[in-house]
């Protein structure tokens, strides 16, 4: 009964939200604290940054959207929240924000196994990823990278 009620949560806000230029990443319904809280996390469709005004923008929305539906029948908290920081990286942007970052790199070599670099991330171009291995600058082609993701200083 409360997974069809989650789900029928997560269709009722993704329909919501696609009207205000939304899509739903991440929807939880926390029926043990009171009163019970609904949490949905929201992404732009285009994957611009979500602001505190979209989070409030939204609200209104998905709010009146649950309360027509008559799902709940007792009292909940409706939290609306950006999903933070992915720790992959993907677009140019957040490859030129972390800068210096430490990073691991998942590659594909030419026999198709699969190696991992860590370093700190230092340019990305169309051809190359270049990394800093301790204090030894690697040129990975971009054709071989499968995945860069954020790491702790320590690996």
Known sequence: MLNQI???LKRLAANTAEKE???IVH???ITQSVPMTIQVQIRHKDGADV???DCTLITNPIGEAIEN???LN???ILEISSPGLNDIL???????TFKGFPIEVSTKNDSKSTVLYSGLLHTRSKEHLQINVKGKMSKIPRESV????LSSPTG
Do not use: C, M, N
């Open 6 to 8: 989650v789900k029928d």
């Open 74 to 76: 007792s009292a909940y």
């Open 69 to 71: 539906s008559k799902l």
């Open 146 to 149: 499968i995945q860069v993701r």
């Open 90 to 96: 993907e677009t140019d942007k957040e490859f030129e």
């Open 51 to 53: 602001s505190l005004d």
């Open 21 to 23: 230029g939304f899509k």
């Open 27 to 29: 929807l939880q319904l």
